[in-house]
């Protein structure tokens, strides 16, 4: 229940961050914020392993760095999709 609990967690900071990257306001939901922050969280890890950096020692900042940079493009990818659905309404 806590690995949840954490999942959830670094993915709204994940997804906060990728956000405040981004240039202009993005129209994204709390909730989907969290979700391209949870997907870019999980992809930034797997490309960290393959490249080789996943475990250093002290803080991970290229994994951290490729965790927002895929959270950022998961935002881009989600923005017009999420902006077409809401606009049928």
Request: no cysteine; hydrophobic share 60%; proline share 2%.
């Amino acid at each position: 229940m806590f690995q949840i609990i954490w999942i959830v967690i670094s993915g709204l900071i994940i997804g906060a961050l990728a956000r405040a990257v981004l240039r202009g306001r993005q129209q994204l939901p709390l909730w989907l914020t969290i979700v391209a922050g949870i997907i870019g969280a999980l992809i930034g890890n797997v490309i960290a392993s393959a490249a080789g950096v996943r475990h250093t020692g002290g803080v991970d900042w290229v994994r951290h760095v490729l965790q927002i940079a895929v959270a950022a493009g998961a935002i881009v990818i989600l923005q017009p999709i999420w902006r077409s659905r809401s606009s049928r309404r």
